[in-house]
């Protein structure tokens, strides 16, 4: 599994960018069937790439350059006085500025053209090389195909020369590989074999299928986030092929946020549940006004326990090793393996709301259908005891024959990870249902449908978060200059209306007025763990305000 970080920020652990691939070059002299390699095209020099040192640096140009057909110098470096140390450096084309007119006899004819073609490289926290300016067009043809020694590529005769047995004279140098070749964009339809051993070296399931331009879409934009704000977070996950299997990121606004709301995040795979043409795995937690906040996002190239856990360690690694007290997913066993794993001892639960919306594609075909669903609703959200839910359940089951439903026996077996009665002592922040009417959208609801690709994605993210991020400062302002009225007299209303938020509040304020309402309570009987209670409440009917009686027990 190879790991692609570009994060600058020494608090995460970085992975190496490139790596020595084999002997660390590869020689054109064919094979026993006489057939060249075929020869991969390495990545473009893009902004944001770093390197652990100058001269791997220089020798990405150099591999990117002789892969193009043109060669490369360095044309200025910039030291610092004291030390003599190297922090800035320009890798230009060739054929980049002039020569000095000569005034020999016969002087050599004019090679330069004035190329504007270069990158730009600086030290970063005094050990990695960023590429900071980067400019692609030649003003000259350049072209692989045409043979041309340039005096940059005889350093890759000289490390082919060293890496390889001296059993047969260098002939062609194709490339010294320092780095890992991604292939970043979609190959539909195309099949990596490796000659030697005459297998496919690619397997289609187990990666991301990008279309043509997806791969460096997603890179550029990765580039340019972080370049605009240190503290944007992302990981690639490459194959042993270079094919692009898993992405992480998130932003430095999902970061602080998980800071202060860190108690109950979901996990949501709406997308791959669904099979949309992006399989979107989301991290969502609900902030100070009740709203659902983007936590960090990821594509998943397969739905393997495997690939899980490397998504799930990479919003850990992001979030700096703290660990959400309670994890709400779906049923997805996979899923629910490497959430085990990754994070042992927070609290897994299913998300009901799920649940509940499966009832139709599960139930749907059943005679009596609406009996059922109605019955199901008031066992799962009208139970307030253990006992109520049993024996609510098992009628269920029980009158309408339904004993050798395969889904059905599942929920139950799972029972104490999504039924609200199990789950009471456990803070969910408002993300699991408590009413059969309640409903629940998810974070990108409206921005992404079932054949969003993945460029039109990067543009609804942007919309998206720029619209919640909208509706949060909203709230602030609201909450801020609002003034609250109170509606009982109880010391804690007043308290908690300075405190708390207007919409949490609004919550808060109906709890307390039902409770106010209730002037008298009296015991009237204890049958074992089992007390009576008579509460006397003031209700309201026609506009008239009248006492009521309500027999209610408790254990």
Same mark, same amino acid.
């Given at each position: 599994?190879?790991?692609?970080?570009?994060?600058?920020?020494?608090?995460?652990? $970085?992975?190496? +960018?490139?790596?020595?691939?084999?002997?660390?070059?590869?020689?054109?002299?064919?094979?026993?069937?006489?057939?060249?390699?075929?020869?991969?095209?390495?990545?473009?020099?893009?902004?944001?790439?770093?390197?652990?040192?100058?001269?791997?640096?220089?020798?990405?140009?150099?591999?990117?350059?002789?892969?193009?057909?043109?060669?490369?110098?360095?044309?200025?470096?910039? *030291?610092?006085?004291?030390?003599?140390?190297?922090?800035?450096?320009?890798?230009?084309?060739?054929?980049?500025? *002039?020569? @000095?007119?000569?005034?020999?006899?016969?002087?050599?004819?004019?090679?330069?053209?004035?190329?504007? /073609? !270069?990158?730009? %490289?600086?030290?970063?926290? &005094?050990?990695?090389?960023?590429?900071?300016?980067?400019?692609? $067009?030649?003003?000259?043809?350049?072209?692989?195909?045409?043979?041309?020694?340039?005096?940059?590529?005889?350093?890759?005769?000289?490390?082919?020369?060293?890496?390889?047995?001296?059993?047969?004279?260098?002939?062609? #140098?194709?490339?010294?590989?320092? =780095?890992?070749?991604?292939?970043?964009?979609?190959?539909?339809?195309?099949?990596?074999?490796?000659?030697?051993?005459?297998?496919?070296?690619? +397997?289609?399931?187990?990666?991301?299928?990008?279309?043509?331009?997806?791969?460096?879409?997603?890179?550029?934009?990765?580039?340019?986030?972080?370049?605009?704000?240190?503290?944007?977070?992302?990981?690639?996950?490459?194959?042993?092929?270079?094919?692009?299997?898993?992405?992480?990121?998130?932003?430095?606004?999902?970061?602080? &946020? =998980?800071?202060?709301?860190?108690?109950?995040?979901?996990?949501?795979?709406?997308?791959?549940?669904?099979?949309? $043409?992006?399989?979107?795995?989301? *991290?969502?937690?609900?902030?100070?006004?009740?709203?659902? #906040?983007?936590?960090?996002?990821?594509?998943?190239?397969?739905?393997?326990?495997?690939?899980?856990?490397?998504?799930?360690? /990479?919003?850990?690694?992001? !979030?700096?090793?703290?660990?959400?007290?309670?994890?709400?997913?779906?049923?997805?066993?996979?899923? #629910?393996?490497?959430?085990?794993?990754?994070?042992?001892?927070?609290?897994?639960? =299913?998300?009901?709301? =799920?649940?509940?919306?499966?009832?139709?594609?599960?139930?749907?075909?059943?005679?009596?259908?609406?009996? %059922?669903?109605?019955?199901?609703?008031?066992?799962?959200?009208?139970?307030?005891?253990?006992?109520?839910?049993?024996?609510?359940?098992?009628?269920?089951?029980?009158?309408?024959?339904?004993?050798?439903?395969?889904?059905?026996?599942?929920?139950?077996?799972?029972?104490?990870?999504?039924?609200?009665?199990?789950?009471?002592?456990?803070? *969910?922040?408002?993300?699991?249902?408590?009413?059969?009417?309640?409903?629940?959208?998810?974070?990108?609801?409206?921005?992404?449908?079932?054949? &969003?690709?993945? @460029?039109?994605?990067?543009?609804?993210?942007?919309?998206?978060?720029?619209?919640?991020?909208?509706?949060?400062? #909203?709230?602030?302002?609201?909450?801020?200059?609002?003034?609250?009225?109170?509606?009982?007299?109880?010391?804690?209303?007043?308290?908690?209306?300075?405190?708390?938020?207007?919409?949490?509040?609004?919550?808060?304020?109906?709890?307390?007025?039902?409770?106010?309402?209730?002037?008298?309570?009296?015991?009237?009987?204890?049958?074992?763990? %089992?007390?009576?209670? %008579?509460?006397?409440?003031?209700?309201?009917?026609?506009?008239?305000?009248?006492?009521?009686?309500?027999?209610?027990?408790?254990?």
């Amino acid at each position: 599994m190879e790991e692609v970080c570009l994060n600058s920020e020494p608090i995460f652990d $970085e992975c190496d +960018d490139y790596e020595v691939d084999g002997d660390g070059a590869f020689v054109d002299n064919g094979n026993e069937s006489g057939e060249a390699q075929s020869k991969k095209n390495p990545p473009l020099p893009t902004v944001g790439l770093e390197f652990d040192s100058f001269d791997e640096a220089y020798d990405f140009y150099n591999v990117y350059a002789k892969e193009l057909g043109f060669g490369i110098r360095v044309s200025n470096s910039w *030291f610092r006085s004291k030390r003599k140390e190297r922090y800035r450096a320009k890798l230009s084309c060739s054929s980049a500025g *002039f020569k @000095k007119k000569s005034e020999a006899n016969n002087p050599r004819p004019e090679t330069r053209t004035g190329c504007p /073609a !270069m990158i730009i %490289i600086r030290l970063v926290d &005094t050990k990695r090389w960023r590429i900071v300016e980067v400019e692609l $067009e030649h003003n000259h043809p350049v072209n692989p195909q045409i043979t041309r020694f340039y005096k940059s590529h005889k350093k890759m005769i000289l490390a082919a020369k060293k890496a390889q047995p001296q059993l047969h004279p260098v002939t062609e #140098v194709h490339t010294i590989k320092l =780095y890992r070749s991604t292939t970043l964009n979609g190959c539909s339809g195309c099949s990596n074999v490796d000659q030697r051993e005459g297998i496919s070296s690619v +397997d289609h399931l187990k990666h991301l299928e990008l279309k043509d331009g997806d791969g460096h879409a997603l890179y550029n934009y990765f580039c340019r986030m972080k370049l605009t704000n240190p503290n944007f977070f992302y990981l690639m996950d490459l194959d042993n092929d270079g094919h692009l299997r898993n992405v992480f990121w998130a932003d430095a606004r999902s970061r602080t &946020t =998980y800071s202060y709301f860190c108690d109950t995040i979901t996990i949501d795979t709406t997308c791959l549940t669904n099979r949309y $043409e992006i399989p979107l795995i989301s *991290f969502v937690g609900v902030n100070h006004h009740g709203q659902s #906040v983007l936590l960090g996002c990821g594509f998943v190239g397969f739905e393997s326990v495997e690939c899980f856990v490397w998504i799930l360690k /990479a919003w850990l690694q992001c !979030m700096l090793g703290c660990s959400p007290q309670v994890i709400i997913t779906d049923q997805n066993k996979t899923l #629910v393996a490497a959430v085990t794993e990754v994070f042992p001892k927070a609290c897994h639960c =299913y998300s009901t709301w =799920y649940i509940m919306q499966r009832v139709p594609e599960k139930l749907g075909g059943l005679e009596g259908y609406e009996t %059922i669903r109605s019955q199901l609703n008031k066992t799962i959200f009208s139970s307030l005891k253990i006992a109520e839910f049993e024996t609510s359940w098992t009628n269920m089951i029980k009158h309408n024959a339904l004993g050798d439903n395969k889904w059905l026996q599942s929920l139950y077996e799972d029972r104490t990870l999504w039924a609200p009665v199990y789950l009471k002592d456990i803070f *969910f922040a408002g993300m699991v249902p408590i009413d059969a009417n309640e409903s629940f959208k998810t974070f990108f609801d409206g921005y992404v449908h079932k054949h &969003t690709s993945f @460029k039109e994605f990067l543009d609804k993210y942007d919309l998206a978060l720029h619209r919640k991020y909208h509706k949060v400062s #909203v709230a602030d302002l609201e909450s801020r200059n609002l003034s609250l009225e109170l509606k009982t007299r109880c010391n804690f209303e007043l308290q908690l209306s300075k405190v708390y938020t207007k919409d949490i509040f609004s919550k808060f304020q109906s709890e307390v007025e039902g409770m106010y309402s209730c002037f008298n309570t009296r015991q009237v009987s204890v049958n074992g763990p %089992i007390v009576t209670y %008579i509460v006397k409440e003031r209700i309201e009917v026609e506009g008239n305000e009248k006492e009521a009686c309500v027999k209610c027990s408790k254990l």
